[in-house]
């Protein structure tokens, strides 16, 4: 088994916790932009914190958001309830899924 089946079975990231807050609107009427946060668990190279993506719908699109962060606490622990409902990989937006695979091929040192 190479080390892309082990950390991707069938092509998607198995060492994640993945949220989407719906668009969340504010009292000023304006939409957060950060609707997906995609938390990056397991124990890669380097990790001392919490890595993770917020990210748009389009985040690669230039009016689009995707945002790296890192905190000393996991952010998703001991509630999620900020960032969300939890949903599968497969939820995501194809743009979405295209950013996740390519930051976890890098943290896991996937070719």
């Known amino acids: ?11 998607v990231p198995k060492k994640v916790r993945i949220y989407d807050n719906g668009g969340r609107i504010y009292d000023n009427g304006g ?7 995609v938390v990056f668990t397991g124990n ?4 001392d914190g919490c890595d993770y993506l917020g990210m748009s719908e ?3 699109h230039p009016q689009g958001f995707g945002q790296h962060g890192w905190s000393r606490e996991i952010i998703d622990y001991p509630s999620y309830k900020h960032l ?7 939820k995501l937006p194809e743009q979405c899924q295209k950013l996740v695979i390519q930051d976890y091929k890098e943290i896991w040192n996937i070719k």
């Open 84 to 90: 969300g409902r939890k949903i599968a990989f497969n």
């Open 44 to 47: 890669y190279k380097g990790r």
């Open 1 to 11: 088994m190479t080390r892309e089946e082990r950390f991707m079975p069938n092509g």
């Open 58 to 60: 389009y985040p690669f």
């Open 31 to 37: 939409k957060t932009y950060d609707r997906y946060t």
